[in-house]
């Protein structure tokens, strides 16, 4: 090979770096100031990319330019016990909001929870679920805690969470932009998200990013993995869920 040819590879090398150096942070810059966005029910403007040793998963950006973190919250579970966002420090955990009367979308929910709750059951010391009723007048301590034994629920640390029903309320559509509201012309009288929102250790809201470059932000909730796809033939995201809490439990 002659010394003119190393010299073009060299060229062509630095030309690269030099394209790396200036342009991939205005793209990740792009990408957290919301230019790329996902258009469906979150309101979310997009995700940061932040790259760590044990996870390429992504940061959602807040209001203020950081990462958003998991709004602080004080509740009631199924056994009584007041259970705030402290709880989960240090646990990989998953976000729902639903009601126990629901006729539609939570049940496929829950069982999804399920399914995911026993794939982990060797790490239930640092796995989670908090799941917020949106009918707290209704959702009981007590009618919790049997919702909980007719789904299979045993994960110590799977809160099904009951309070005050405007602050449940904020705490969705204003903390986790998971959309939440009374509606009598729907079936069940409600209307809510069918999302899963993914929890770091350190309380972060989670996410990866697709190979289109669009950012994922919450986990279809409603298909399961033997469904593959639903009737519209949007295909089931519990199996990219469940890939993405094995990677945040190694974090």
Same mark, same amino acid.
């Given at each position: 090979?002659?010394?003119?040819?190393?010299?073009?590879?060299?060229?062509?090398?630095?030309?690269?770096?030099?394209?790396?150096?200036?342009?991939?942070?205005?793209?990740?810059?792009?990408?957290?100031?919301?230019?790329?966005?996902?258009?469906?029910?979150?309101?979310?403007?997009?995700?940061?990319?932040?790259?760590?040793?044990?996870?390429?998963?992504?940061?959602?950006?807040?209001?203020?330019?950081?990462?958003?973190?998991?709004?602080?919250?004080?509740?009631?579970?199924?056994?009584?016990?007041? *259970?705030? $966002?402290?709880?989960? !420090?240090?646990?990989?955990?998953?976000?729902?909001?639903? /009601? @126990?009367?629901? &006729?539609? =979308?939570?049940?496929?929910?829950?069982?999804?929870?399920?399914? *995911?709750? $026993?794939?982990?059951? !060797?790490?239930?010391?640092?796995?989670?679920?908090?799941? /917020? @009723?949106?009918? &707290?007048? =209704?959702?009981?301590?007590?009618?919790?805690?049997?919702?909980?034994?007719?789904?299979?629920?045993?994960?110590?640390?799977?809160?099904?969470?009951?309070?005050?029903?405007?602050?449940?309320?904020?705490?969705?559509?204003?903390?986790?932009?998971?959309?939440?509201?009374?509606?009598?012309?729907?079936?069940?009288?409600?209307?809510?998200?069918?999302?899963?929102?993914?929890?770091?250790?350190?309380?972060?809201?989670?996410?990866?990013?697709?190979?289109?470059?669009?950012?994922?932000?919450?986990?279809?909730?409603?298909?399961?993995?033997?469904?593959?796809?639903?009737?519209?033939?949007?295909?089931?995201?519990?199996?990219?869920?469940?890939?993405?809490?094995?990677?945040?439990?190694?974090?």
């Amino acid at each position: 090979m002659s010394k003119k040819t190393n010299y073009s590879y060299i060229g062509i090398a630095f030309i690269i770096l030099v394209f790396g150096i200036i342009f991939i942070p205005r793209i990740i810059d792009r990408i957290s100031e919301g230019d790329v966005t996902r258009t469906d029910e979150s309101r979310s403007s997009g995700v940061t990319n932040t790259t760590s040793e044990a996870s390429d998963l992504a940061y959602i950006p807040s209001a203020d330019g950081g990462k958003r973190k998991v709004p602080k919250f004080k509740f009631i579970n199924q056994d009584r016990d007041t *259970i705030t $966002n402290k709880d989960y !420090e240090g646990k990989v955990y998953l976000v729902e909001f639903f /009601f @126990t009367t629901c &006729p539609t =979308i939570c049940p496929r929910m829950n069982k999804n929870l399920v399914q *995911i709750q $026993n794939h982990f059951e !060797e790490f239930e010391d640092e796995f989670g679920v908090a799941s /917020f @009723t949106i009918t &707290p007048d =209704i959702d009981t301590p007590e009618v919790l805690k049997a919702y909980a034994k007719n789904y299979g629920i045993t994960n110590p640390n799977w809160n099904l969470l009951t309070g005050d029903q405007e602050t449940i309320y904020k705490l969705a559509n204003e903390g986790f932009y998971l959309y939440t509201a009374k509606d009598e012309t729907v079936e069940g009288g409600f209307e809510h998200s069918g999302n899963f929102a993914l929890i770091d250790k350190e309380g972060y809201i989670r996410s990866r990013v697709l190979s289109t470059g669009n950012p994922l932000i919450y986990y279809n909730g409603i298909i399961s993995e033997e469904e593959g796809v639903d009737e519209e033939g949007i295909p089931q995201e519990i199996t990219m869920l469940k890939e993405d809490i094995a990677k945040l439990l190694k974090e």
